[in-house]
């Protein structure tokens, strides 16, 4: 039985690959070890085909004992362990959710919706290190996945609504910190006149009171349009990422034009987006809502009606799920080649824990 060396498993997204593990049985597959440097040597969780005993995750010793590896730890770790690991002799397969290695030359990034046939060729030839999609790529790709297989996006427009807990654990218990406070707030002043309330729940949303430690700035009853660092085009990192890694996953000869502003938006969990798409060609839209709805099998098709938009299209209706709604689909007054779309999906399933998943199980069989 194959061994399987586990390392951030307690994290979020760590959290939620052991769930997908448990829930379809994947654990009779393999056998897992656990990583750790705080845990080391502790009893592990009781969990089927699990060794006892936690590992050490900065042991190239016991590391190189594995047949692969999983991280969800992040990028420090993989710059730290990753080349000390292949430098010592260690031929074994690396699954990552970090973006450290995305653009490695030698390395594939996993979609298998989408690039199943990259994946495969890869494990076939002898590539070694698998590397989880940005979220938001990831969830566009699946989303309007049948209209990439069709070869029909000129090029596309992005904007999307990232949740909390795209930042981290950290960050999304800082936005309940901060909607806690502002509760408190307006329950000392909830006899007062509305706009008396705004204005000194903005006082206090703009004092030094106010949690902001993780973000830096409010994000309750606000938005943040900036995510990640600046690149030299001027677009932040995470805009930077949506070109360069959907044009990677699939494997195109020419490079589909992709770009927009990320947002941070005031949701717990799940990452929507807005698209504005160019088409290469005119197509009616009852054939664009075919495609969109044969795409794979995750994508929820939303007729573009109020009251299944506001039902369906949103973080309430998502989260913990693996469906991909798409809706809001219409043609755009720009003209008949211009098409409006809007998706969301659980940024800790399809956007990072699940094609890791996928992969993992793709390579052992």
Known sequence: MKKVGIVGWRGMVGSVLMDRFKIEGDHKKFKSY??????????????????ETVLDSESLEELSEMDFIITCQGGDYTKAIHPKLR??????????????????????????????DQIEKGLNSGIK????????????????????????IEWMSSMTY????????????????????????????????????EKE?????????????????????SLLPWIDTKVESGQSRE???????????????????????????????CHSQAFTIKLKKSVDIETIESLIREGNEWVEFVENEKETTLSKLTPAHVSG???????????????????????????LLWGAAEPLRRTLLMAIE
């Open 34 to 51: 656990l990583f750790s440097t705080s845990l080391k040597g502790e009893k592990a969780p009781d969990i089927e085909n699990t060794h």
């Open 87 to 116: 430098n010592a002799g260690w031929k074994g397969i690396w699954i990552d959710a970090a973006s450290a290695k995305r653009m490695d030359e030698e390395a594939i990034i996993v979609l298998d919706p989408l690039n199943r």
């Open 129 to 152: 290190d698998f590397i989880g999609g940005n979220c938001t790529v990831s969830l566009m790709l699946m989303g309007l996945s049948g209209l990439f297989k069709e070869g029909l």
């Open 162 to 197: 990232q949740a909390a807990s795209g930042a981290g654990a950290k960050n999304m218990l800082e936005l309940l910190d901060q909607m806690q406070f502002i509760s408190n707030e307006y329950d000392n002043n909830k006899n007062a006149a509305a706009l008396l309330v």
């Open 201 to 221: 729940i903005q006082a206090k949303i703009n004092s030094s009171a106010f949690p902001q430690n993780n973000f830096g700035y409010p994000l309750a009853l």
């Open 239 to 269: 805009e930077w990422k949506a070109q360069v890694e959907a044009n990677k996953i699939l494997g195109t000869d020419k490079t589909i034009p992709i770009d927009g502003t990320c947002v941070r938006v005031g949701a717990l969990r």
């Open 321 to 347: 799920t693996l469906k991909i709604p798409v809706g809001r689909v219409r043609k755009m007054t720009l003209g008949d080649q211009f098409l409006n779309a809007f998706s969301i999906g659980d940024q």
